[in-house]
């Protein structure tokens, strides 16, 4: 009998997500023991103090330098986990801003008062009356974003899946809280649970089954059995790698809001309360892609030849739907919906290119991780900047969120437009934009992995997705007869001037994507040093 | 011939961002300040152009003193993308073709602007009409002044910005925003082949700056360096209004006339042969793409020139002559470099008289209550003395008359093109034939005698700052082509690395003579159909005659575009949103769902659309399967 080493965890590493989620179960003991009338405060202050502590040691273990497998082998804290914690915690605590926003809605939060309550009851009119609040909404997010955190750094398949559930259950929950639309609120985060769960089963199935091939849990162990052979690989082992890595794919290409998995993004995005869905949008997204890239650049990357048709196709109709879609939709949520999944398209041909050290690239140039990242940063800027805005704008129903009811917006509150102008002509790529930038380096580094074909077909498609954006604008600006009124709500919306958290959220989108449009050498040579995942 | 390499801008010249700057700012002030700029806005808007071209005088100036080996020059500004194999700078370049471009769009830009002050007086939004105008000279600034692609293809999309706020100005009227639409869609085609272009020369040169493209060029494999061409042989053609992009330019003449004539004499349209002899060596390195351009500018110049005969809309028919000049300059811009200087010169004395023309059109219609409809008019020469006379002189000037400035552009392009190949050169004098008739038929029709005005039209001359612009560039139409065509081949020839030669100011060719003869047959021809004894019809005459039609039509270019992408575009949308259910399903419809109940919304959840989308999931999961099982027999 040999003794038992106490196994390294390497605390220090893995500081930045155990403070968020000490902070999240401390903030359950808030709920519990603070007064009502303080607890939002203590809230915010806790959920703040907290993003700022993980912020500063992700940065200061990341500027130490290194990439290493923590947790007993389940986490690796390397260059594109440490990019992806940094961007995750900021843009989280720019949405904890939206969630703390009360001056639009007259004193009150965007969330249920009583979310048990069955709408149009005695208990939720009470509830109203009370000016009640769930200050639970953040310990929720805290924990969700702490799921995400680890989703991405995960090393081995079991920690991934207990991070997906981490990450997802709070935000099926945080779906149904909205204070206005109850019922389609109710019904998104029905439909997001049911269906998550559906996707973690063929996750986990995914995972069940590439265990089977390779006898391992852990990403380096599988990628050995692929390069190395294992015992009884024949056609049956084969079998169950393709299988897994199928399975594998559906659970994660779901939360990333791929097509054909995207069917509950646009309706959930619509449902969920506006803060939210701007968390969602940036911040799962950016979880999702990290865990998918690690997954099938670590484990299966020298099996690419298997997946990259499968994920060549998934991105070209990805990108197509989204962007063909989001041209009928007839509500900003909506498109701003279709137009996530239109770019989680052009992410994965960057993905799809694989140019990574491993597979050719050449010394300095800009790999297929850091384009994504660069793009992620640009997208999750303007993601949040632009539902932060949809929040200002409101009609005597709360957010004004059909489209039909921003026309002539440019008149009456110009710079209000000008700003949600910007960030469409991000998500356009158009020039002097981060979005551009983005573009411009997915395409790049999809292009330097030999996908010339994917390239051309995805500027095509850019230039469709273009012209939804640029109709907007034109909406705006240029229309003074609301021309596609849709039946309700087309009375003309107004800005409410909202508190310094959600300007700061519009604050930080703009100055993000304008800078990193201008000015984007040192944020791009950054997502240069965190290109490579450690194996 | 030795690429030049561009000295460093120093002094004076590491100012030269101002030249884009000015005009920036101004758009900026204009379109952000709101009404409390109205009374002076246009005042603004009007110098920044004019501070723009005084800079760029200077700069003309410094330029011509220097040493011939010294006249490109280099001014980085910052750095823009820097990563590893990728440096891309955000920086500018002067060099002689730079500079031609600089005068031109500032010069005929300040008087287009003098010019709007006058045209868009009643105008309501006439401050925000400037600050467009400014956006669009700063943008084509950029576009010249780049000193690589990728800084150029900003500009690119900043002039296709412009312009798409410029067409659809007047956007209370339907046509005007779908024109600008259309403008933007056909011109995102163009841009399509812009940024495929840049991509491959990031993946074959790591760069895209022209000094390192130019030196890298003649490492490539033909086939690809003619990849190259072709595409950007495409984004040349979409902001060019060159076949088979050529579709947006006629309908574009829905925005105010002063836009017309900045689109089609100083910017915009010029902007892809500029990229045609700014790409020179590309070109050089891949022939097949340089036969391409041969035959899209001589395919366009006839095409331009059929459709100029068959309009009654004056703004289109000059419009026509636009896309048939510029595929002259196209034309010579693929002759190689015998004919790139030649290309610019007659792109200068274009601008000249097609400014002078269209501005002379708006005076027109602004004598005639904002009638285009020829038919409409005759006898304008003795009410509209000023505008008829710089009219004539624009006219006389692009068919070519001895000694006025087309005469002199154009012949070299004719002569250039038959020592090329005799196809090019025949097509290129039946388009000098067509251009004199189309345009005599539009100088018979506007002013020789017979009025046909409509009742309470009462034509008077425009003021005087209006009538300025129209008497300098009458000015310039006629004695262009005398000033510049000893100087302009020598001046542009080391830029472009042409072999463009100068030719006396009096020259007789036998290729000239047959020009003149077949110039003074179109002119006749025209007098004959709508001489002054002629009576011409108030309205178009109904045709059976196909080619008559066809042209009305413009040569069927919208048919086509409909046929071939708008409706399948349109079928593919209807289906997958149907597939999809995009509109109709779930939440965003439930206009009435607060009012229903909770229960019924329940069973509507259970009852459909959640289970049809785990549908569609396991659809998808099915599918990722037969993909990886294909891709493993495949």
């Known amino acids: ?535 | 011939m030795e690429s030049v390499t561009p000295v460093l801008g120093t002094g004076l010249f590491s100012l030269a961002w101002l030249l884009i700057a000015v005009p920036a700012a101004s758009a900026a002030v204009l379109l952000l300040i709101g009404r409390a700029g109205d009374r002076w806005g246009h005042f603004l808007g009007t110098l920044a152009p004019v501070v723009s071209f005084v800079l760029g005088v200077v700069y003309f100036a410094d330029l011509l003193g220097r040493d011939e080996a010294e006249r490109a020059v280099h001014v980085p500004l910052y750095d823009w993308i820097s990563s590893g194999t990728w440096n891309i700078g955000v920086g500018l370049q002067l060099d002689q073709l730079s500079i031609v471009f600089v005068l031109l769009i500032t010069g005929v830009g300040s008087l287009i602007h003098v010019y709007s002050i006058g045209y868009m007086a009643h105008d309501p939004r006439r401050r925000r009409f400037f600050g467009f105008l400014n956006l669009f000279v700063a943008a084509m600034l950029l576009l010249v002044l780049a000193d690589n692609y990728l800084v150029l293809f900003v500009g690119w999309e900043g002039v296709g910005l412009a312009s798409y706020l410029l067409i659809g100005f007047w956007q209370e009227r339907p046509s005007a925003a779908t024109a600008a639409k259309k403008a933007f869609v056909v011109n995102r085609v163009g841009d399509l082949g812009m940024s495929i272009a840049i991509m491959l020369m990031l993946a074959a040169f790591s760069s895209s700056s022209f000094t390192d493209v130019n030196a890298g060029v003649g490492q490539l494999s033909t086939p690809l360096a003619t990849t190259l061409g072709l595409l950007l042989l495409l984004g040349a053609c979409g902001k060019s209004a060159q076949v088979p992009l050529q579709s947006w330019l006629l309908d574009a003449m829905e925005g105010p006339t002063p836009v017309s004539a900045l689109i089609h004499a100083a910017t915009m349209v010029t902007a892809g042969v500029y990229l045609i002899v700014r790409s020179h060596a590309i070109f050089t390195a891949g022939p097949a793409a340089s036969i391409a351009v041969v035959v899209v500018g001589t395919v366009t110049l006839l095409f331009g020139a059929y459709i100029g005969c068959s309009k009654d809309d004056i703004k289109k028919v000059l419009a026509g002559s636009t896309m048939s000049q510029i595929g002259y300059m196209m034309l010579a811009a693929g002759i190689g470099p015998v004919g790139y200087a030649f290309a610019i010169f007659h792109l200068v004395t274009h601008g000249f008289f097609k400014a002078n023309m269209f501005l002379g059109a708006g005076s027109v219609m602004h004598a005639m209550d904002d009638d285009v409809d020829m038919r409409h008019y005759g006898a304008l020469a003795r009410a509209l003395p000023i505008t008829f006379v710089t009219f004539a002189a624009g006219y006389l000037a692009i068919i070519g008359f001895p000694f006025f400035a087309g005469f002199y552009s154009k012949d070299h392009i004719i002569e250039a093109a038959f020592h090329a190949s005799w196809v090019a050169g025949t097509c290129a004098l039946i388009g000098a034939g067509v251009t004199a008739f189309y345009m005599t038929r539009l100088m018979l029709m506007t002013f020789a005698p017979g009025k046909r005005w409509r009742e309470g039209v009462h034509p008077h001359e425009s003021p005087l700052v209006m009538t300025v612009p129209l008497i300098v560039l009458g000015a310039a139409s006629v004695v262009g082509g005398l000033l510049l065509n000893g100087w302009i081949t020598e001046w542009l020839n080391p830029a472009v690395q042409g072999e463009a030669e100068t030719e006396g100011l009096i020259h007789f060719t036998l290729i000239g003579g047959v020009t003149m003869l077949v110039v003074l047959a179109g002119i006749a021809v025209s007098f004959l159909f709508f001489g002054p004894q002629k009576v011409i019809p108030d309205v178009q005459p109904a045709t059976r005659s196909p080619f008559v039609r066809a042209g009305r039509r413009d040569l069927y270019g919208d048919a086509f575009n409909e046929a071939v992408f708008m409706r399948p575009g349109i079928r593919m949308t209807n289906d997958l949103v149907r597939f999809d259910g995009a509109v109709v399903d779930g939440i965003a419809n439930g206009t009435g769902t607060v009012i229903s109940g909770f229960s019924s919304r329940l069973r509507r959840v259970q009852n459909g659309f959640v289970r049809s989308y785990a549908l569609t999931m396991t659809a998808g999961a099915a599918v990722v399967g037969a993909i990886i099982l294909l891709g493993r027999l495949g």
Not at chain 1, 38 to 46: M, S
Not at chain 1, 198 to 225: K, M, N, R
Not at chain 1, 406 to 414: A, D, I, N, Q
Not at chain 1, 514 to 535: H, K, M, N, T, W
Request: glycine letters at 10%; aromatic letters at 10%; charged letters at 10%.
């Open chain 1, 1 to 535: 009998m040999g003794t038992i080493a106490a196994p390294t965890i390497g605390y220090a590493l893995l500081l930045p997500f155990i403070v968020i989620f000490a902070a999240a179960c401390v903030g359950i003991l808030v709920e519990a023991i603070v007064p009502r009338d303080l607890r939002r405060a203590a809230q915010l202050l806790l959920a703040f103090v907290a993003v700022g502590v993980a912020l500063v040691v992700t940065i200061s273990n990341w500027s130490a330098g290194g990439d290493v497998v923590v947790g007993v082998a389940s986490v690796a804290v390397d260059g594109p986990t440490s990019f992806i914690w940094t961007i995750l915690l900021v843009f989280g605590a720019v949405s904890f801003g939206m969630f703390a926003e009360r001056k639009v809605t007259a004193g009150v939060s965007a969330f249920a008062p009583m979310a048990a309550a069955v709408p149009g009851t005695v208990a939720e009119r009470e509830a109203i009356e009370d000016r009640r609040e769930h200050t639970e909404v953040l310990p929720l997010a805290l924990f969700a974003l702490s799921g995400m955190m680890l989703f991405p750094a995960a090393n081995d398949l079991i920690t991934m899946f207990v991070a997906l559930e981490i990450l997802s259950l709070p935000l099926y929950l945080l779906c149904g809280l909205a204070r206005r639309r109850r019922l389609l609120s109710q019904e998104a985060a029905m439909k997001y649970f049911l269906l998550g769960a559906l996707s973690s089963a063929f996750f986990l199935y995914g995972a069940a089954l590439l265990y089977g091939y390779s006898g391992s849990f852990l990403l380096s162990g599988i990628d050995d059995a692929i390069r190395n052979g294992v015992a009884g690989t024949g056609p049956q082992g084969t079998g169950l790698l393709l299988a897994g890595m199928g399975l594998m794919a559906v659970g994660l290409l779901f939360k990333f809001g791929a097509v054909p998995f995207h069917s509950w993004t646009p309706d959930v995005y619509t449902g969920a309360p506006t803060p939210v869905t701007a968390f969602m949008a940036a911040c799962t997204k950016i979880a999702a892609i990290g865990a998918l890239m690690r997954v099938f650049y670590v484990a299966l990357g020298s099996d690419r030849w298997d997946w990259q048709p499968l994920m060549a196709v998934v991105a070209i109709a990805t990108m197509v739907v989204g962007s063909v879609l989001a041209i009928t939709q007839t509500d900003v949520k909506r498109m701003l919906a279709y137009s996530s999944i239109a770019h989680a398209g052009f992410i994965l041909t960057a993905f799809v290119g694989a140019s990574q050290a491993a597979t050719g690239a050449r010394e300095g140039q800009l790999t297929s991780v850091s384009s994504v990242m660069f793009y992620l940063v640009a997208y999750g800027a303007a993601t949040i900047g632009a539902f932060a805005i949809v929040t200002m704008v409101r009609d005597s129903t709360g957010e004004a969120t059909q489209l039909s009811s921003w026309v002539g917006l440019g008149k009456r509150s110009p710079a209000v437009a000008l700003v949600f102008s910007v960030f469409l002509l991000s998500f356009a790529g158009i020039p002097l934009t981060s979005g551009f930038i983005g573009k411009w380096s997915v395409f790049a580094s999809a292009w330097s992995g030999g996908l010339h074909w994917l390239v051309v077909v995805a500027v095509v498609v850019s230039v469709v997705a273009a012209f939804f954006y640029i109709r907007v604008i034109v909406m705006m600006f240029f229309t003074d007869q609301p021309v596609e009124a849709t039946g309700a709500g087309t009375a003309g919306a107004e800005v409410v001037r909202p508190g310094w958290t959600t300007l700061l959220a519009v604050g930080v989108g703009v100055a993000a994507t304008v800078v990193f449009g201008i000015y984007p050498g040192p944020l791009l040579g950054l997502a240069q040093q965190a290109s490579e995942f450690i194996r």
